[in-house]
């Protein structure tokens, strides 16, 4: 285990609105207002198209090979994410949404395209004096949180 400290800065009250695209949005927002790291969550709907990443094809190969899930129809969703500024000081939303329709539920990261439908709402509570990062692994080809 690996850890660091930081305080609780400013929080955010956002509303996307309809074909946003959520991590682009929360990363431009970010930049926007100077935010290195922060804590999120969101509700709200994800449109059709919207594209999640939902595992590895294999658990424990090398390279890691994400498979992708595509929604077929609008879903609510539900999420939390952070944000870590790359080797560039450059703001990176991590989030995982829990995405469902009747009474089917898909998890997955955000990173490839979840566009809002009508609106999405999220709380986004800034971390302060924090020198994490995310820095890229080699080994796993993610930008690993750094502490």
């Known amino acids: 285990m690996k850890y ?3 305080k609780q800065g400013r ?3 956002i509303r996307l609105e309809d074909g946003d695209i959520l991590h682009e949005k929360i990363e431009e927002f970010a930049r ?3 935010i290195e790291a922060a804590a999120l969550i969101a509700i709200g709907g994800a449109d059709e198209g919207s594209k999640l990443v939902v595992g590895p094809e294999e658990g424990r190969s090398t390279p890691v090979i994400p498979m992708e899930h595509i ?3 609008v879903h609510e969703i539900a999420g939390v994410g952070t944000i870590f500024p790359d080797k560039d000081h450059k703001p990176v939303l991590h989030m995982h949404i829990a995405s ?3 009474d089917e539920t898909i998890t997955g ?3 490839r395209g979840v566009k809002v439908w009508q609106i999405m709402e999220v709380i986004l509570f800034e971390l302060i004096d924090s020198s994490a990062r995310r820095i890229f692994d080699d080994q796993t080809g993610f930008e690993l ?3």
């Open 71 to 73: 929604l077929d129809d």
């Open 11 to 13: 929080t955010f009250i």
């Open 4 to 6: 660091s400290e930081a």
């Open 100 to 102: 469902g329709r009747r």
């Open 32 to 34: 926007i207002h100077a």
């Open 145 to 147: 949180l750094e502490p």
């Open 109 to 111: 990261c955000v990173r």
